[in-house]
């Protein structure tokens, strides 16, 4: 089982990027999406899950209205369109997969291996 996240890079203030994150090796049918960013020095947090009916849910306040969260449930792929990026968020973005929908890491027992976004001021 893989979850392959890419789409990370160098961006300045104010740009926007797309991460996706396909999985691989088995069917994720009925399974919730989300991903998790860590930046330098902090715990990794939630910004945002979506149910397989395309419930979604955002975990970090800053995000909300910059960020949304989709999934081609055909291609077993989640994406996470970024608009209006600031430094802040630059991190380390991480997909996951589980069983629930919640920002709580546990629920998901799937983990990508990360793909880096750097917002330049």
């Known amino acids: 089982v893989q979850l392959q996240a890419s789409g990370g890079g160098l961006v300045q203030a104010g740009g926007s990027l797309r991460l996706s994150c396909a999985a691989s090796?088995?069917?994720?049918?009925?399974?919730?999406m989300a991903w998790f960013r860590q930046a330098p020095g902090k715990d990794r947090e939630f910004v945002a899950g979506?149910?397989?009916?395309?419930?979604?849910?955002y975990g970090v306040d800053s995000v909300k209205g910059r960020f949304t969260i989709s999934r081609d449930n055909a291609k077993n792929t989640v994406y996470l369109q970024m608009n209006s990026l600031k430094p802040e968020d630059t991190a380390v973005y991480y997909c996951?997969?589980?069983?629930?929908?919640?920002?709580?890491?546990?629920?998901?027992?799937?983990w990508g291996q990360g793909t880096l976004v750097t917002v330049s001021s």
């Open positions: 996951a997969a589980g069983t629930g929908h919640s920002g709580r890491q546990s629920t998901y027992g799937y």
């Open positions: 090796g088995r069917t994720f049918s009925g399974y919730a």
């Open positions: 979506i149910a397989w009916g395309g419930f979604s849910t």
